[in-house]
């Protein structure tokens, strides 16, 4: 009795580790993203030379959950909501890694980008960073409390991202008519807003692993606008 | 309803006294029975010898005459066992006695004696028999047997007493038991109310019990024992306030982590630092509550070294707070607890301090650099030959004056803040007339605002109160308000000064403009050394960017305060709030 009850607590503090070291993930991630902005704004290569060097500790994270995920299949074969929890786990890990490696591929534009003089002010770009942080810690903050209404409200989000790329894209594009000297840094913003709209679609990812763990449904292909506003409730009365 | 003691006590007493009577009665029954039947065979025996006494022949005639005074049955048997003489029943009838014990034994032994069951009588009989002897021929044997029924009797009244002096016994023991177990159970009683009372955590008083024996010293200890025990809760009570009240009321923010590092209590300075933003953090990990790389890099650093550490963090969104976090574990609770003390001391003044002053080194650096560089290239130019053109140096000197006057209005304006800050500045406060010194400051401004064709106007009241001011720097006070307010006012405007009395027994004198104006943002930062809105311009116009800074400082001393309106591009209202005298 005491040994299952040693060993269970010893499961539970596994399943923690592996949500702390994800929250320490996006904390990583959201910290580079915020870098990243800063040197963009503030014009400090150095500042981004430090996000490329720092995707080193996501990476190093990445596999460590990897590991800890399988390891724990392997052993305890868990089921029902700890496995699902545990898949969730492994696929939050992998769109982590990947935002950290755009902030890397932003930070390489950046390099580029404080080599030449500033094309234009940045006002959108703060923005989508902002709104690609807040996803961030939007649906990891919805993963660690299992809120589902929560992580359907980080999806809809990503359509905001959406919109100020676009936005982004045809301003840069005026620039680019007018002047075909522009060209090379406005495709270089170009890049550093897809990136940044990217990130927020693997945010918006996370938040669609979030739904389907708590509820088992998955909404991946979904564009949230088509998600039911319901669609925790509803299923949460069927599971019971 | 007595207790279990009460029948304890009870049946004890019950079980002695039966004990003791049993013993008695079976010992001393016995040896009445014994006595009684030795002493009737000794009679039956002294009666049977009479017999001998008699020849054999008449003593058929004279059985009849023994049994009456012997009181018992009389047999006289031949030496074959042939009953010769009975007195009870018909001779005839009676077999052979021979074999009974008794002449078995008086055969043998000379006498004989016995005592059974009679079939013949029905009853128990004590049996005693003896030989006739003629001479030393054996004739026959004589037998006496009387009923034991005597005995019995005698033995039955004796149990009758026993079973009397069992039922006193009886009756006695229990009231005993009664008085001894209540003397005892009640003190018992008492005390186990008592602990009842303490365990339910009543403050039960003292026990009352006033007895010298074992229970008296166990109640005294029991007294001394709560008393004790109050004492020490009291200590404890105290000693857990006190801490509270520091842990509470600490400006610091504390948080303590349990075992699992989950956040279990948080102070109210902490709340205070961090914000409502922060509210429902209890609960959960520091990584989740506030998603601080600094904070977990320091908590990874504690956990892996083991080792208390302090170090400087960065603390929420937007406008985040420096803090420096220590972090111990809790010492004397048990170490499976592991629990973890954070402690947050906010250093974002501290640091804002630290850089205000590199900013304000960097800046008076380069406000003087300004001047003097461009002191030292005319100086050069002149040196590589323009002194010889008359026109040229003259204008080049004129422009070295410039600069240099600049350069010593700065040096001036930083004496005097150094001087204020220090407090090395000597006031004379006097109850000054606001219209005197509001006079001779406006004649000295009116000529650069002429210049500009500004409309220079004051409204004082004849009936405002005297003001408690330094004359000096009361009108530096207004001279750098003024000369501000024409800087930056374009030609044709109008400055004008007015005073009222205010609220609060204060005096309030107000210089408005209808100048640039100042953006709303920009205002709180009006009095920072060196701040300008406008970097280029005012420096043009010959600011040293001190002017606000030293008035703000001036009106503190003044215990006054100074307030700034300003609409971007319709002008700057500042309100001087001075003491009445």
Redesign the interface.
Same mark, same amino acid.
């Given at each position: 009795m005491d040994e299952l009850k040693r060993t269970s607590s010893h499961y539970e503090?596994e399943l %923690?580790d592996i949500k %702390?070291n994800l929250?320490?993930s996006? /904390?990583?991630t959201?910290?580079a993203i915020e870098n990243v902005l800063a040197s963009l704004l503030d014009r400090k290569s150095d500042v981004a030379r430090r996000v490329i060097e720092g995707d080193a500790e996501i990476d190093k994270l990445d596999t460590e959950i990897e590991e800890q995920c399988i390891r724990l299949l392997a052993l305890r074969q868990p089921i029902a909501r700890d496995l699902r929890f545990i898949t969730t786990a492994i696929k939050i890990n992998g769109h982590l890694e990947r935002i950290g490696d755009m902030a890397v591929n932003i930070a390489e534009k950046v390099l580029q980008l404080n080599e030449v003089p500033q094309l234009k002010p940045y006002i959108d770009l703060p923005r989508m960073a902002e709104i690609a942080r807040e996803m961030i810690?939007g649906s990891l903050?919805a993963f /660690?409390r299992e809120e589902c209404e929560l992580a359907n409200r980080i999806r809809r989000m990503d359509s905001a991202i959406d919109d100020l790329n676009e936005q982004i894209f045809r301003e840069l594009l005026t620039f680019m008519l007018e002047d075909t000297r522009t060209v090379h840094r406005a495709l270089l913003i170009m890049q550093v807003s897809k990136n940044l709209e990217r990130i927020a679609d693997h945010a918006k990812g996370i938040a669609d692993m979030v739904v389907y763990m708590v509820t088992g449904i998955n909404v991946r292909h979904q564009w949230p606008g088509d998600t039911p506003d319901d669609i925790c409730s509803v299923k949460r009365d069927k599971s019971q | 309803m007595r207790g279990k003691l009460f029948y304890k006590i009870f049946g004890t007493y019950l079980a002695i006294a039966v004990l003791a009577i049993g013993i008695v009665g079976f010992l001393a029954g016995s040896q009445i029975r014994a006595k009684l039947e030795k002493q009737i065979e000794l009679e039956l025996m002294s009666y049977a010898g009479l017999v001998d006494l008699y020849p054999l022949k008449e003593i058929q005639s004279r059985v009849e005459e023994i049994a009456r005074i012997a009181r018992a049955r009389v047999t006289v048997i031949d030496r074959e066992g042939k009953v010769i003489a009975e007195t009870d029943k018909e001779v005839a009838t009676l077999g052979s006695h021979l074999e009974r014990p008794e002449i078995q034994e008086a055969r043998v032994r000379g006498k004989g004696s016995a005592t059974r069951y009679s079939r013949t009588m029905k009853e128990e009989m004590i049996y005693v028999a003896l030989p006739i002897q003629k001479g030393p021929e054996l004739v026959g044997y004589i037998r006496l047997a009387r009923t034991l029924g005597e005995v019995k009797k005698t033995i039955e009244e004796f149990t009758a007493i026993l079973l009397q002096s069992f039922l006193i016994i009886l009756v006695s023991s229990a009231a005993v038991a009664f008085l001894f177990s209540r003397r005892l159970t009640t003190p018992i009683r008492d005390m186990e109310h008592f602990t009842e009372r303490l365990r339910r955590g009543e403050i039960p008083g003292t026990l009352m019990i006033r007895s010298s024996d074992e229970i008296g010293l166990l109640a005294e200890n029991i007294n001394y024992m709560v008393d004790e025990l109050q004492k020490r809760i009291a200590a404890l009570q105290e000693e857990k306030a006190k801490v509270e009240a520091a842990f509470s009321s600490a400006l610091d923010g504390i948080l303590i982590l349990d075992h699992?590092?989950r956040i279990e209590t948080v102070n109210r300075g902490m709340w205070a630092m961090i914000g409502e933003r922060y509210r429902d953090i209890v609960g959960k990990?520091p +990584?989740?509550a506030f998603?601080? +790389?600094g904070l977990?890099k320091a908590l990874d650093q504690y956990r892996s070294g083991g080792m208390p550490v302090s170090q400087e963090i960065e603390l929420g969104e937007g406008e985040p707070v420096m803090l420096d976090v220590s972090i111990t574990p809790v010492r004397g609770v048990d170490a499976a607890e592991g629990k973890t003390m954070l402690v947050f001391h906010d250093v974002t003044r501290l640091k804002k301090l630290e850089r205000m002053r590199v900013d304000f080194v960097a800046n008076v650096t380069h406000e003087i650099k300004t001047p003097l560089t461009a002191i030292l290239g005319f100086v050069e130019t002149l040196q590589e030959g323009a002194i010889e053109d008359r026109e040229t140096a003259k204008k080049f000197l004129s422009t070295i004056a410039r600069h240099a006057g600049r350069l010593n209005r700065l040096v001036e304006d930083l004496l005097t803040i150094s001087n204020i800050e220090l407090g090395e500045m000597r006031f004379c406060f006097e109850s000054v007339a606001l219209s005197g010194v509001a006079q001779s400051v406006l004649h000295m401004i009116q000529m650069k605002a002429r210049e500009k064709k500004i409309e220079l106007t004051s409204a004082i009241p004849e009936d405002l109160p005297l003001i408690s001011a330094d004359r000096d720097r009361l009108s530096q006070i207004l001279i750098n308000v003024l000369d501000n307010a024409v800087k930056f006012t374009p030609e044709g405007g109008t400055v004008t000064l007015s005073a009222a009395q205010a609220a609060g027994n204060e005096v309030v004198v107000k210089i408005a403009d209808t100048g640039i104006g100042v953006p709303r943002d920009e205002i709180p930062r009006l009095g920072e050394r060196f701040y300008r809105v406008d970097k280029t311009r005012s420096r043009e116009l010959g600011g040293t960017g001190l002017g606000l800074s030293i008035v703000k400082h001036l009106m503190t001393a003044h215990k006054g305060r100074i307030e700034i309106e300003s609409l971007l591009g319709r002008g700057t209202t500042v309100s001087l709030y001075f003491l009445a005298a």
């Amino acid at each position: 009795m005491d040994e299952l009850k040693r060993t269970s607590s010893h499961y539970e503090r596994e399943l %923690q580790d592996i949500k %702390q070291n994800l929250l320490y993930s996006g /904390v990583l991630t959201e910290k580079a993203i915020e870098n990243v902005l800063a040197s963009l704004l503030d014009r400090k290569s150095d500042v981004a030379r430090r996000v490329i060097e720092g995707d080193a500790e996501i990476d190093k994270l990445d596999t460590e959950i990897e590991e800890q995920c399988i390891r724990l299949l392997a052993l305890r074969q868990p089921i029902a909501r700890d496995l699902r929890f545990i898949t969730t786990a492994i696929k939050i890990n992998g769109h982590l890694e990947r935002i950290g490696d755009m902030a890397v591929n932003i930070a390489e534009k950046v390099l580029q980008l404080n080599e030449v003089p500033q094309l234009k002010p940045y006002i959108d770009l703060p923005r989508m960073a902002e709104i690609a942080r807040e996803m961030i810690r939007g649906s990891l903050d919805a993963f /660690v409390r299992e809120e589902c209404e929560l992580a359907n409200r980080i999806r809809r989000m990503d359509s905001a991202i959406d919109d100020l790329n676009e936005q982004i894209f045809r301003e840069l594009l005026t620039f680019m008519l007018e002047d075909t000297r522009t060209v090379h840094r406005a495709l270089l913003i170009m890049q550093v807003s897809k990136n940044l709209e990217r990130i927020a679609d693997h945010a918006k990812g996370i938040a669609d692993m979030v739904v389907y763990m708590v509820t088992g449904i998955n909404v991946r292909h979904q564009w949230p606008g088509d998600t039911p506003d319901d669609i925790c409730s509803v299923k949460r009365d069927k599971s019971q | 309803m007595r207790g279990k003691l009460f029948y304890k006590i009870f049946g004890t007493y019950l079980a002695i006294a039966v004990l003791a009577i049993g013993i008695v009665g079976f010992l001393a029954g016995s040896q009445i029975r014994a006595k009684l039947e030795k002493q009737i065979e000794l009679e039956l025996m002294s009666y049977a010898g009479l017999v001998d006494l008699y020849p054999l022949k008449e003593i058929q005639s004279r059985v009849e005459e023994i049994a009456r005074i012997a009181r018992a049955r009389v047999t006289v048997i031949d030496r074959e066992g042939k009953v010769i003489a009975e007195t009870d029943k018909e001779v005839a009838t009676l077999g052979s006695h021979l074999e009974r014990p008794e002449i078995q034994e008086a055969r043998v032994r000379g006498k004989g004696s016995a005592t059974r069951y009679s079939r013949t009588m029905k009853e128990e009989m004590i049996y005693v028999a003896l030989p006739i002897q003629k001479g030393p021929e054996l004739v026959g044997y004589i037998r006496l047997a009387r009923t034991l029924g005597e005995v019995k009797k005698t033995i039955e009244e004796f149990t009758a007493i026993l079973l009397q002096s069992f039922l006193i016994i009886l009756v006695s023991s229990a009231a005993v038991a009664f008085l001894f177990s209540r003397r005892l159970t009640t003190p018992i009683r008492d005390m186990e109310h008592f602990t009842e009372r303490l365990r339910r955590g009543e403050i039960p008083g003292t026990l009352m019990i006033r007895s010298s024996d074992e229970i008296g010293l166990l109640a005294e200890n029991i007294n001394y024992m709560v008393d004790e025990l109050q004492k020490r809760i009291a200590a404890l009570q105290e000693e857990k306030a006190k801490v509270e009240a520091a842990f509470s009321s600490a400006l610091d923010g504390i948080l303590i982590l349990d075992h699992q590092g989950r956040i279990e209590t948080v102070n109210r300075g902490m709340w205070a630092m961090i914000g409502e933003r922060y509210r429902d953090i209890v609960g959960k990990t520091p +990584l989740e509550a506030f998603r601080s +790389l600094g904070l977990q890099k320091a908590l990874d650093q504690y956990r892996s070294g083991g080792m208390p550490v302090s170090q400087e963090i960065e603390l929420g969104e937007g406008e985040p707070v420096m803090l420096d976090v220590s972090i111990t574990p809790v010492r004397g609770v048990d170490a499976a607890e592991g629990k973890t003390m954070l402690v947050f001391h906010d250093v974002t003044r501290l640091k804002k301090l630290e850089r205000m002053r590199v900013d304000f080194v960097a800046n008076v650096t380069h406000e003087i650099k300004t001047p003097l560089t461009a002191i030292l290239g005319f100086v050069e130019t002149l040196q590589e030959g323009a002194i010889e053109d008359r026109e040229t140096a003259k204008k080049f000197l004129s422009t070295i004056a410039r600069h240099a006057g600049r350069l010593n209005r700065l040096v001036e304006d930083l004496l005097t803040i150094s001087n204020i800050e220090l407090g090395e500045m000597r006031f004379c406060f006097e109850s000054v007339a606001l219209s005197g010194v509001a006079q001779s400051v406006l004649h000295m401004i009116q000529m650069k605002a002429r210049e500009k064709k500004i409309e220079l106007t004051s409204a004082i009241p004849e009936d405002l109160p005297l003001i408690s001011a330094d004359r000096d720097r009361l009108s530096q006070i207004l001279i750098n308000v003024l000369d501000n307010a024409v800087k930056f006012t374009p030609e044709g405007g109008t400055v004008t000064l007015s005073a009222a009395q205010a609220a609060g027994n204060e005096v309030v004198v107000k210089i408005a403009d209808t100048g640039i104006g100042v953006p709303r943002d920009e205002i709180p930062r009006l009095g920072e050394r060196f701040y300008r809105v406008d970097k280029t311009r005012s420096r043009e116009l010959g600011g040293t960017g001190l002017g606000l800074s030293i008035v703000k400082h001036l009106m503190t001393a003044h215990k006054g305060r100074i307030e700034i309106e300003s609409l971007l591009g319709r002008g700057t209202t500042v309100s001087l709030y001075f003491l009445a005298a």
